[in-house]
């Protein structure tokens, strides 16, 4: 429903009563999902330009040069609550709205990330959630050859009711050739392509603008759009063959608020006439509101001058896709809708466009740290428990249900970042962010997350290009979480200013809570990082090879997956120092290190895990402190011999090699045996098996 104070200013500004078309264009287009009305001033402080940056936020996607006769299209959206309510198809058509987002641009998307959040796996209700999501991604990204080659999964009991799907796509496009979907000029033709509209869908904008209720399942059902990912593959081939011919004009995906949403804002630097009774449908009797609003998947939508539409019309047939000649561009500002010649809509474009009012909601800070309280459990228990946590422990039960090979450009999908192959050098990929630490300490959260993703590229050797994001709430109407978000985004800012790496677009998701487990969700910015270096896979680091600490280690114990476990509570992590990041950076590029992982989840002992599961290490430290801190601006690196630290802080901690993994600890050793460690990293595999 439009809100009594929205209708009440447009009936004023209109000086008459709306029709039910526009009235459903005004619910949808004003909407938190489409019009960022809580969000917009915050947004704009967000540092958006860099020399590689082509093109920048307000587009389907951004372009940002990769090589000379290389850009990339790179895009980032949720799809939260279509995934509760339907979690296989809400989660696919998340990957084939953002798939479409790139393909808009004339990019040929080649990658996709998929940061996951979710409640605790002890539910059973949160297992199906888990289950179907991930099939869901996968059963659509392997069906239309995109390769899901990176990922983040998190486990609080803050998602649960309201799990998080949020997907990075890349693509890749001639620098000087790709699309923007702004219309070019009046006179030419808007031309829809693609799966017939139905009545799936209706309202998803406005439905992804609240919160959820405890009857979601049922009564949002009807919001949840239905993919089909062959007809999406066709679509791929076919707007890819539109683009070549360089007669497309602009080109935009049907997605929020489907052919209303995609033709206002494309037309919205001029104007435009639809006409809602040539839209080719899947459903008899549907109305110029259901045509106009229904979210149905697989639809493009692209201007061309009227002697193209033919050549248009006959790329689609030549991949079995229907088409339509549905609308024109005009030189006045207005939007207009027509059904079988009389008039449903006529309103002034910029009111529909970007004309929502800007929402003030009130702000009140907190403070949610605890005092340290030290665990008593024996430190081996720790240790397994950690390991064992679903954050940590093993994820071949996800990987294993992509095809991350297909394509043929992936060159390194373990650990710390994906690297694929493209020209002569690597795309290197991460995603993701801590919530928990976000939440004690919003700034310097997202702060460390872009730290975090930077140092994940630098493992590899690259330099990051650019960041989009996907920053996920709660209702900003609450006050804690309207602070949540402003410290959030203010943070996100700082880092990438003192990173140098610009923020070239992304997504708002509020309102993520849920009336049905009484829960918000923690502040999720979660992000999507690219960077470019030379191509290297990661590397497992030889036996012999000495294990050394670069970065200081602090207590910080608050948000950990210790504290997850314990409720030890304690301080989060301050803002990291990013310059620890450039000189590891260096260090794997100039070949003096033969592995390196940096420090985040789980702290030194998971990246002893990782790197190093058969070593000898001493630490004579606060055993707590060495194994279970999750302080940022930490790297765990191997080399053959000390002298390649050279001029580098660090600590020797000691040696790959043996039976086991050995920590030598001030009071005692604790010896975990390879196959207590497979027993602990294999824990949420033998869960979601079983």
Known sequence: MLPAQDLALLRKTLGRDLTDVETACFENLWSEHCSYRSTKPLLRTLPTEGSEVLLGPGDDAAIVRFSDTCALAIGMESHNHPSYVDPYDGAATGVGGIVRDVLSMGARPIALMDPLYFGPLDSEKNRYLVEHIVAGIGGYGNCIGVPVVRGELVFDPSYAGNPLV?????????????ITARVKRPGSHLVLIGSSTGRDGLGGASFASRDLSEDAEAADRPSVQVGDPYT????????????????????????????????????????AVIHADRVHLRETGMGPREIML??????????VAPEDVTLMGAIAEKYDLRWSDIGEVIDEPRYIVKFHGKTVADLPIDLLVGGAPLCAWEKRPYSAEKPFSRPTAPIKDLALAVLAHPDIAGKDWVYEQYDRDVQLRSVSLRHDAAVLRLEDKALVLSCGCNPRHIFLKPFEGTANAVVENASNLACLGADPLCIVDCLNFASPEHPETNWHLEQCVLGLGDAARKMAVPIVGGNVSLYNESDEFGTRIKPTPSLGMVGRGEVRAWATPAAGDLLALIGTTLPDYGGSVLDALTGCNGPAPAMADPAVVAVVRGLVREGRVTAATDLSRGGLLAALAKVAPCADVALAGDPLEELFSETYGRFLVAVSDESALAGVEHRVLGRVGGDALTLRLRDEAVVIAPEELDTALTSTTRTMRY
């Open 294 to 303: 229904a979210e149905s998947q697989e639809r493009m939508l692209v201007e």
């Open 232 to 271: 999406e593959k066709l679509l791929i081939d076919a707007i890819l063959a539109m683009a070549k011919t360089g007669k497309v004009l602009s080109c935009r995906d049907l997605g929020a608020a489907g052919l209303a949403g995609a033709s206002s804002e494309m037309a919205s630097s001029f104007g």
């Open 166 to 178: 949020n997907v990075v796509c890349v693509g890749i496009v001639d620098p000087d050739r790709y």
